[in-house]
């Protein structure tokens, strides 16, 4: 099988996805990415902006209509979906080979 | 208080706008020049980020992003690609960008944009060439930027004073010929230098 060229998603991009799978506006995904990550992955304000560009040009998230007359609010898309899914099993496929490697030690 | 500067590099203007803070001066605006008005000294931060946007619904969206993060935008517009940032909240996060690929990657609109303003002026200068209001073969030979008939036929005295008389009018001719050529340059070397501020910023 061909592995996707998008994989493996980095941190950041992982946990935006991993938000986005509730429709968010910007700071909503900042503090849902932070406190997914256990407050490890702290992103500030023009990280974020270029980030959700960036996925938007891949179309793995898009923006949906919101009230609010300022604050764009975004969710992911289906593709965006597919490649979360496909890394989480690549994740879940490494730690499930390390476990079996540290077993037998 | 008024002042000009130019800059390139983000961290230097940076620097030199949080020192201007530490003695009482705040940036207020930036347009032609950077307007600052007396403050108490403080330490807060100001932060520079690059970016257009297409629309009003886009920079409203990026300006809301910004607030809610503790950041109060101080100065930039849609259009003018540099945006000023005051931090306001203290508890909030000292920096606008948190890896270095996205800090980096501001130089490289930066870059972008000054190559495409570089070659933006190509059209309009290949167009002034052709339509020969600018003397291209002019510059390799400067006795074309003198109209005067039968000038370097003349001799003497009668050369002389035609060719003194003509001097300042050949002068400003070539001059304006020459302003945009040096215009594009000299947005070419803009281009290059955030390009290179790009690269040393993404791989520190």
């Not at chain 1, 986005?20 to 702290?42: D, F, T």
């Not at chain 1, 960036?54 to 609010?68: A, C, E, G």
């Not at chain 2, 000294?41 to 993060?69: C, Q, V």
Request: glycine share 4%.
């Amino acid at each position: 099988m061909k592995r996707d060229k998008n994989l493996p998603l980095t941190e950041t991009v992982y946990y935006i996805l991993l938000a986005l799978l509730q429709p968010a506006h910007g700071y909503l995904i900042m503090q849902k990415v932070e406190e997914l990550s256990n407050g490890e992955v702290r992103m500030a304000a023009g990280t974020l902006y270029g980030a959700i560009e960036n996925l938007l040009k891949l179309r793995f998230i898009q923006p949906v209509q919101s009230d609010d007359s300022r604050r764009k609010i975004y969710v992911i898309s289906d593709e965006g979906k597919k490649v979360l899914h496909h890394d989480f099993e690549r994740m879940k496929y490494m730690i499930e080979v390390t476990k079996n490697v540290l077993r037998q030690e | 208080m008024k002042k000009f500067r130019f800059y390139i590099d983000f961290e230097k203007e940076e620097k030199w706008l949080n020192q201007m803070l530490i003695q009482g001066w705040e940036l207020c605006k930036k347009s032609y020049g950077y307007k600052f008005y007396k403050i108490a000294p403080n330490n807060t931060i100001i932060k520079i980020d690059y970016r257009t946007f297409k629309n009003n619904r886009d920079f409203e969206d990026y300006l809301a992003l910004f607030r809610d993060s503790g950041w109060e935008h101080i100065s930039g517009s849609k259009y003018s690609g540099t945006q000023y940032f005051k931090r306001v909240n203290e508890n909030g996060d000292t920096d606008i960008f948190s890896d270095t690929p996205s800090k980096a990657a501001r130089y490289k609109r930066l870059s972008n944009m000054w190559l495409t303003t570089a070659i933006s002026y190509f059209p309009i200068f290949i167009a002034l060439i052709l339509t020969k209001a600018i003397n291209i073969t002019a510059f390799l030979n400067p006795r074309e930027l003198y109209y005067t008939p039968g000038l370097w036929e003349r001799t003497g005295v009668y050369f002389w004073k035609a060719f003194l008389f003509e001097t300042p009018f050949a002068v400003m001719r070539g001059g304006v010929w020459l302003f945009l050529p040096v215009l594009m340059v000299l947005y070419l070397a803009f281009a290059i230098k955030a390009e290179k501020h790009y690269r040393k910023t993404n791989v520190e």
